[in-house]
């Protein structure tokens, strides 16, 4: 299997499907794809998402559905996320500018019925608009993954357009695979990984694990970062201090830094998973390939953070 550390922008071309960003084609178009409200490290991804307009199009965030101990229903879980997009959005100060769109209020029901939404209108036609300038949209999927599926089952033909970025599942090396955005949906994630979309994978655990943080990390680096540095750190506070742990993980920004800080992480070119019923992932013969991380520079990637969020609250006087 073929290894890097830094895919740099413009050599990583599988199946003359392009998996990076060719050069000098900064920023690319990016729909970031999220269950915001699920816990508290999507909201990073989000801020960092809207700090790197060097790399990253936001051309909008769609809601994802989540159903855990803070949503009573997979479609509670969504609104719940995206009134939480609406709220960051507007604390970065990108209100109007950046949109934010309602997913899907269930999961798939099988591995052929979509789950019809605004985000999947919205998926569809922007993946159609960067065919028509000859690009491709990027999915950054942090969440279960249902309304790129959905897109994907209503309008296959995107597939040629687009390319998936999913942190889900976990690393081969873990001997069970039953992680979040992956179980809530399975179908879901079927589709997407069985589609012809290019893809790249974040592990969770053994690889997206490594981003830990811990409350006093986090509150001495961004308290000089105005209104968006006190909720981010408010909201992580309050979440360790109600799951009684030291520490967190930040998962979500590990599957934004592959267009804003790919030196940051290991990446391995590997045979196309499958995803079976049971969860479990199998390594059919097949000339397909994708990417996956292998390990994240944690240091690295929150010094980015920090360092953007603080030039940001700068500039805008917030």
């Known amino acids: 299997m073929e290894q890097t550390q830094n895919p740099g922008r413009n050599v990583m071309n599988f199946n003359e499907k392009s998996y990076t960003v060719p050069a000098g084609a900064c920023p690319v178009p990016v729909i970031l794809d999220t269950d915001t409200y699920n816990e508290i490290d999507d909201q990073f991804a989000l801020v960092y998402a809207l700090l790197t307009p060097e790399c990253i199009n936001l051309r909008g965030v769609t809601a994802a559905p989540f159903l855990n101990s803070r949503s009573t229903s997979a ?10 997009i609406v709220r960051i959005i507007d604390l970065m100060g990108f209100g109007g500018r950046v949109p934010a769109y309602r997913g899907a209020t269930a999961f ?28 491709k949209l990027f999915v950054v999927a942090i969440g279960a993954i249902t309304n790129l599926a959905s897109a994907l089952l209503i309008a296959p033909d995107i597939a040629g357009d687009i390319v998936v970025v999913w942190l889900g599942g976990h690393d081969h090396k873990q ?75 930040i998962w979500d920004i590990s599957a934004v830094s592959y267009l804003t800080s790919p030196q940051s992480t290991e990446w391995e070119i590997i045979p196309r998973e499958r995803l079976e019923d049971d969860s479990s992932w199998s390594f059919p013969e097949t000339a397909c390939r994708m990417l996956i991380a292998r390990k994240i520079d944690r240091a690295a990637l929150f010094n980015d953070i920090y360092t953007r969020l603080r030039a940001h609250v700068k500039a805008a006087g917030r």
Not at 108 to 135: C, N, Q, Y
Not at 235 to 240: A, E, G, K, W
Request: glycine content about 4%; hydrophobic content about 35%; aromatic content about 8%.
């Open 175 to 249: 001997a069970h695979n039953r992680e979040f955005n992956l179980y809530e949906d399975v179908p879901a994630a079927q589709v997407v990984i069985d589609s012809a979309a290019p893809f790249v994978r974040v592990p969770c655990d053994h690889v997206a694990s490594a981003l830990t943080m811990q409350p006093e990390e986090l509150e001495r680096e961004l308290a000089d970062c105005g209104e968006p540095g006190r909720y981010l750190c408010t909201i992580f506070r309050d979440y360790v201090e109600e799951h009684k742990s030291v520490d967190k993980v």
């Open 75 to 84: 479609a509670d879980g969504m609104e719940k996320s995206y009134r939480e």
């Open 108 to 135: 798939l029901p099988d591995r052929m019925t979509p789950v019809r939404s605004e985000a999947v209108d919205f998926i569809i036609a922007e993946a159609k608009r960067a065919r028509g300038r000859g690009e």
